[in-house]
Nanobody
Framework: VQLQASGGGLVQAGGSLRLSCAASTRSFSSYAMGWFRQAPGKEREFVTAIDWSGRSTYYADSVKGRFTFSRDNAKNTVYLQMNSLKPEGTAVYYC???????????????????WGPGTLVTVSS
């Protein structure tokens, strides 16, 4: 499975961006998807995830109420709508996929089988 994230860029604090992640698999609907980010000099951290059924979505406390994660199985794509962006949101954002993933384990990196190359989001103050 190949993942390709897009939509990153430069935005002012308080602004919005929508990231997309397209997957090259016919079994996309069987994959849980996640977003992680890595800021300069910091470890990669969890942002949000959606289980393979689409019924459950998980968010890091730092993005709850501002970010919305959704999936379109017909397009093999997930979307991360990011509103009210903050300078601390500056990072490379990575999407990841896990076959038949579910539950809070999706908030960790270990379960994911596939990772995309990332897209840079820069939030200026």
């Amino acid at each position: 499975v190949q993942l390709q994230a897009s939509g990153g860029g430069l935005v002012q604090a308080g602004g919005s961006l929508r990231l997309s992640c397209a997957a090259s698999t016919r079994s996309f609907s069987s994959y849980a998807m996640g977003w992680f980010r890595q800021a300069p000099g910091k470890e990669r951290e969890f942002v949000t995830a959606i289980d393979w059924s689409g019924r459950s979505t998980y968010y890091a406390d730092s993005v709850k109420g501002r970010f919305t994660f959704s999936r379109d199985n017909a397009k093999n794509t997930v979307y991360l709508q990011m509103n009210s962006l903050k300078p601390e949101g500056t990072a490379v954002y990575y999407c990841a996929a896990e076959f038949r993933g579910w539950g809070t384990s999706l908030m960790g990196m270990d379960p994911y089988d596939y990772w995309g190359p990332g897209t840079l989001v820069t939030v200026s103050s």
